[in-house]
């Protein structure tokens, strides 16, 4: 788990069982909130409501609720990051099969966790969580190299069917639940055919 580095943002990581049951309490909290709607105009106040801890409990972890989203994205990442590794085949397979499995796992994990989406699509996920982020998804596109039949791609070519990915599965989730079936059916398909266009192209010289 990558720490936070803002240095405006402190937070207290708890100590002992019960400390860790409390920030989980909260995590679970400051979630149930994301998902409920207005992800800015979450507040400290807020969460220890949601988590029917006392206010002063709250600080004591957290000095303000950009500290507790801190620890939210990460705990979020760190979800996302298990389920794609399972999502990654154990013998070779041809990466545009690889790659409509990894799409297919993005479609239901925004359905399975619907709090991932939102805080994406929100400000509180900042250019510092964009940055843990992309560091996640390089590490997944390595593993996916390392999954599937030896091709002459780099990671950075890879990058283009998965942003690609990316924008249709945050346009298709942007006001559905389940997701926009005709835009997750159409981002399946350019994912397909981006990744057989470069697996085809000629190699550099």
Same mark, same amino acid.
């Given at each position: ?18 400390? +860790? @049951?409390? &920030?989980?309490t909260?995590l *679970?909290? !400051?979630? =149930?909130?994301v #998902?409920?709607?207005?992800? /800015?105009?979450?507040?400290l106040?807020?969460?220890a409501? +949601? @988590?029917? &801890?006392?206010?002063?409990? *709250?600080? !004591?972890q =957290?000095?303000? #609720?950009?500290?507790?989203f /801190?620890?939210?994205v ?15 085949p154990t013998?070779?397979e041809?990466?545009?099969?690889v ?8 479609v239901?994990?925004y359905?399975?966790?619907p ?15 964009r ?19 030896p ?13 690609v ?7 298709a ?8 079936p005709v835009?997750i059916?159409?981002?399946r ?10 697996v085809t192209?000629?190699a550099?010289?």
């Open positions: 788990m990558s720490p936070p580095t803002d240095a405006t943002t402190t937070f207290r990581r708890p100590g002992g069982r019960r400390g +860790r @049951a409390r &920030l989980t909260l *679970v909290a !400051a979630e =149930a909130l #998902v409920d709607g207005d992800v /800015d105009a979450i507040t106040d807020a969460v409501e +949601r @988590a029917s &801890l006392p206010l002063s409990t *709250v600080r !004591a =957290a000095d303000d #609720v950009r500290a507790l /801190d620890q939210l990460l705990r979020l990442l760190d979800r996302h990051d298990a389920v794609l590794n399972r999502a990654l013998e070779p041809p990466l545009v099969e790659a409509a499995g990894v799409y297919d796992t993005y239901a994990h359905r399975a966790v709090a991932f989406r939102a805080l994406r699509c929100s400000s509180r996920f900042t250019d510092r969580h940055e843990w982020f992309d560091r996640r998804v390089r590490r997944m596109l390595i593993r996916v190299q390392s999954r599937t039949v091709t002459n791609l780099t990671v950075e070519q890879l990058r283009i069917p998965w942003t990915a990316d924008a249709m599965l945050e346009a989730f942007r006001h559905e639940p389940d997701g926009d835009l059916d159409e981002g398909a350019l994912v397909r055919n981006s990744v057989e266009r470069l192209a000629p550099a010289v």
